[in-house]
């Protein structure tokens, strides 16, 4: 069994940890902006964020900790550090990116608002007119016209055979 390590070197291991959950989730939380969300994607980025998360934590433990070991307190402060980013980060950060999309976007809905869209009211009203307008000159010309009567097809009742 191995020996405890220090309080200090406790601490300086879960604070390591915390910042590699926070990169984990921050990875993971692009990766999504990027993909889209839904269930089946959300699925595979959490088993990609959990297996990139328990490579971490072997590599750090095997290369950085004092301890030497992957031990139960920094799979938490690893767990932690994803919360934190999830529900501490991630929500002002979306807000925030939200803000600047509408100040970018704000020019290109001004001009949709005041010059495409009643250009394309025009437009349709035009088309809408041309168009009945059409239908109301092959309504004309087809009336215009006078049905042909054809002749009785008809055989005479003494050419008709019967079987």
Known sequence: ??????AAAVWADVLWCLGLGCLVWVVRDGAELLLGRGPVRCFVL???????GAVLLVGFSAGVSAAGLAR????????????????????PLHHLAAAVARLLLAPARWCQRHIAAPLRSTLHTRLAMR????????ARKKAG??????????????KILYN
């Open 145 to 158: 016209k006078s049905k042909k009567t054809g002749k009785n097809q008809l055989q005479k009742k003494s």
């Open 131 to 138: 168009k009945k307008s059409r239908n109301c000159r092959a």
């Open 72 to 91: 139960w307190y920094m799979a938490a402060g690893l767990a932690a550090g994803a919360l934190a980013w999830q529900k501490a980060v991630v929500p």
């Open 46 to 52: 959490d088993l990609l964020a959990f297996t990139a």
């Open 1 to 6: 069994m191995a020996a405890a390590p220090a």
